[in-house]
């Protein structure tokens, strides 16, 4: 045999819990939606609008990643569409466009196949969009996921964009019956900071996805987790503590189903012939981590500028928390940190609260005696997490990206 033989022998499963472990997939469609029966109401009467002549301009769908929102509103709009004949539904995801050119152009090509270069501009793409929908049915429902990924450029502004989209000329002019769907996290207001003009027309229609509870995460994963193991694999206690976990932390589906597949690994490469609470334990903190990570680097750049200033002041070599607001202004105003890095207490304070908002701090006022009364903040996950975050944000941030692009 050659090494490659013995490689692959070595690694293969020798008495693996699994029979089908790519049904944990957290990218992966199920086979029906669950636990989002109300949701799913919600969005078909909105759909149902057409028999009485009128869809929404905008439905905003919002709510924590992992709670449906994507496969739900995909999944409801392809069955109206299936059965109606006078609906067209184009689903687009933004979150890889780093500029508001990128975005129209990626919903040209959704509508059309094709892709307009740059020398078009942002009102040739437009005029494409609006030359495309012309050939589509009377109405169209265009979904346009992770909207929250949208940003300032040096050419166009969010609020400009949106409402040409939503109230454009070229819309009108043609008759075209739009709706537009707008998939987020509750992230929007705090990434778009758009105008008032905007937001009131965002404003028609909400459908908000909370975390799941319990009861919801038992319905999504005991199915699944009866396919992707084999009889017995995944006692009752441990499959109530991991239900009991993922809704306490994070009321994420995606979250839990990646908990167990990695539970079933390591109770796999210990050698056990059942998944036990202990192999759960283990990687609840490394899915908390890789999760808060994956938000951490999401971060639009003073949102994680301001975490710096958090959890920049150690004694003894350990992070110490909690801060003051001030604590965080003078970290921020180090001679080391760059001119234009620097933030007000006013702005800082406005960071402050979408940080909260986010669930990455959580802030209390407390006495200090002759000081008078101060904010305290600490983040709600491991302070060093920051820090270990910092040469990965330098290099993958979309945010950093688009700020040194439009420095250059």
């Known amino acids: 045999?050659?090494?490659?033989?013995?490689?692959?022998?070595?690694?293969?499963?020798?008495?693996?819990?699994?029979?089908?472990?790519?049904?944990?997939?957290?990218?992966?469609?199920?086979?029906?939606?669950?636990?989002?029966?109300?949701?799913?109401?919600?969005?078909?009467?909105?759909?149902?609008?057409?028999?009485?002549?009128?869809?929404p301009p905008t439905v905003s769908i919002h709510g924590p990643p992992g709670t449906g929102k994507t496969i739900t509103t995909r999944r409801v709009c392809r069955e109206f569409a299936a059965r109606t004949e006078s609906?067209?539904?184009?689903?687009?995801?933004?979150?890889?466009?780093?500029?508001?050119?990128?975005?129209?152009?990626?919903?040209?090509?959704?509508?059309?196949?094709?892709?307009?270069?740059a020398y078009?501009?942002?009102?040739?793409?437009?005029?494409?969009?609006?030359?495309?929908?012309?050939?589509?049915?009377?109405?169209?429902?265009?979904?346009?996921?992770?909207?929250?990924?949208?940003?300032?450029?040096?050419?166009y502004d969010p609020?400009?964009?949106?409402?040409?989209?939503?109230?454009?000329?070229?819309k009108l002019a043609r008759g075209i019956n739009l709706s537009v769907w707008l998939l987020s996290n509750e992230l929007l207001e705090v990434d778009l900071r758009l105008d008032s003009r905007v937001e009131s027309t965002m404003s028609d229609e909400t459908v908000f996805f909370p975390p799941y509870g319990e009861e919801e995460l038992v319905a999504i994963?005991?199915?699944?987790?009866?396919?992707?193991?084999?009889d017995?694999?995944?006692?009752?206690?441990?499959?109530?503590?991991?239900?009991?976990?993922?809704?306490?932390?994070?009321?994420?589906?995606?979250?839990?189903?990646?908990?167990?597949?990695?539970?079933?690994?390591?109770?796999?490469?210990?050698?056990?012939?059942?998944?036990?609470?202990?192999?759960?334990?283990?990687?609840?903190?490394?899915?908390?981590?890789?999760?808060?990570?994956?938000?951490?680097?999401?971060?639009?750049?003073?949102?994680?500028?301001?975490?710096t200033g958090i959890t920049g002041w150690k004694r003894g070599g350990e992070i110490r928390q909690p801060v003051t607001t001030a604590k965080v202004h003078e970290?921020?105003?180090?001679?080391?940190y760059p001119e234009e890095f620097s933030l007000s207490e006013r702005t800082i304070r406005t960071l402050l609260t979408d940080l909260e908002t986010m669930g990455l701090i959580e802030t209390w006022i407390e006495s200090k005696g002759r000081?008078?009364?101060?904010?305290?903040i600490e983040t709600t996950f491991e302070p060093q997490w920051v820090q270990d975050a910092m040469t990965d944000y330098a290099t993958e941030s979309t945010y950093l990206k688009a700020i040194v692009a439009n420095e250059e």
């Open 331 to 336: 970290f921020l105003h180090q001679d080391e």
């Open 87 to 117: 609906i067209a539904v184009e689903y687009v995801n933004l979150k890889e466009c780093r500029t508001l050119f990128s975005a129209a152009n990626e919903i040209y090509y959704e509508l059309s196949g094709e892709k307009k270069g």
């Open 371 to 376: 000081e008078g009364r101060q904010k305290q």
């Open 159 to 170: 609020s400009d964009f949106f409402y040409r989209l939503l109230r454009g000329e070229g």
């Open 1 to 55: 045999m050659t090494d490659y033989d013995d490689l692959f022998t070595e690694t293969a499963p020798d008495d693996s819990l699994f029979t089908a472990k790519g049904v944990l997939d957290p990218l992966a469609d199920p086979e029906e939606v669950r636990a989002r029966e109300s949701q799913e109401r919600e969005l078909a009467t909105h759909l149902n609008g057409i028999h009485d002549e009128y869809l």
């Open 120 to 155: 078009a501009g942002l009102d040739g793409v437009f005029e494409g969009i609006w030359n495309a929908l012309e050939e589509y049915p009377e109405w169209t429902v265009l979904l346009l996921d992770e909207i929250d990924h949208i940003q300032q450029d040096t050419n």
């Open 221 to 230: 994963l005991e199915p699944r987790v009866e396919r992707a193991f084999r």
């Open 232 to 307: 017995g694999a995944v006692p009752e206690d441990a499959f109530e503590y991991g239900i009991r976990e993922a809704a306490r932390r994070w009321g994420d589906a995606r979250k839990a189903l990646t908990l167990f597949r990695q539970a079933g690994e390591t109770a796999s490469e210990r050698g056990l012939d059942e998944v036990t609470k202990d192999c759960l334990e283990v990687n609840l903190e490394t899915t908390d981590r890789d999760t808060t990570m994956e938000t951490l680097l999401d971060l639009p750049f003073n949102h994680f500028l301001v975490l």
